[in-house]
């Protein structure tokens, strides 16, 4: 596997070595021991898989608090544009963002750590988006950010006005009005508390 580590620390695209031939293919899509020797020491609890279609978009999500969780996202179908948000507060990249296309052709897979939202838009007619989790979920501790930020500046493959999605996300709120809704203040954007 060749581990790119990306802008964002411990936020890591990841290449899978595949072997093919005449059968088909084989590859890992996750090997503990070559994880933690990039210091991925997560622990995977809970694996998660969603269909869509052309033109849905799917987040902002986190877990937050006690509850959050660190993701390996790959695709079996199709084609995403996957984003990953850093919100930890003591982060020199608190409010910045990874985006990065993931495919069943390209194989690649996007790791990210406890402490960022987590959102894609679909590229192809229709993808499968699995990923793994290493906390369970949790209702009380779920956090939505709206997908149209203007702080979170995120260039999307299409208009988010035009997409399809949940009501869930329609509805999701700034990212300034949750650090004042819970009083946080992060260390690299006091931009953001105002």
């Known amino acids: ?13 990841i290449e899978p070595q595949v072997f093919a ?29 969603s269909r869509s279609s052309y033109g849905v978009m799917r987040g902002l999500h986190a877990q937050t608090g006690a509850h959050a969780q660190a993701k ?15 919100v930890r507060l003591d982060s020199p990249t608190f409010g910045q963002h990874v985006a990065t296309k ?9 790791y990210l750590p406890r402490g960022f939202l ?13 990923y793994k989790c290493d906390q369970f979920w949790h209702k009380d501790a779920e956090l939505t950010i709206a997908l149209t930020d203007p702080d979170l500046a995120i260039t ?12 869930k996300d329609h509805h999701g709120i700034s990212l300034r009005a949750w650090l004042k809704a ?4 992060p260390r690299s954007r006091p931009d953001l508390i105002s």
Do not use: C
């Open 118 to 130: 987590h959102g894609f838009a679909v590229l192809s007619p229709e993808a499968v988006v699995s």
């Open 182 to 185: 819970q009083h946080l203040s």
């Open 21 to 49: 031939d005449e059968r088909g293919y084989f590859f890992e899509s996750y090997q503990q021991q070559k994880f933690a020797q990039h210091g991925i020491n997560a622990t995977f609890v809970q694996d998660n898989e």
């Open 156 to 167: 999307w493959p299409f208009d988010p006005q035009q997409a399809i999605i949940s009501d």
């Open 72 to 86: 390996l996202i790959r695709v079996l179908s199709g084609e995403i544009l996957d984003i990953g948000v850093d």
């Open 1 to 13: 596997m060749n581990f790119i580590a990306t802008d964002l620390a411990g936020v890591y695209l």
């Open 102 to 110: 993931l495919s069943s052709d390209n194989r690649r897979m996007l």
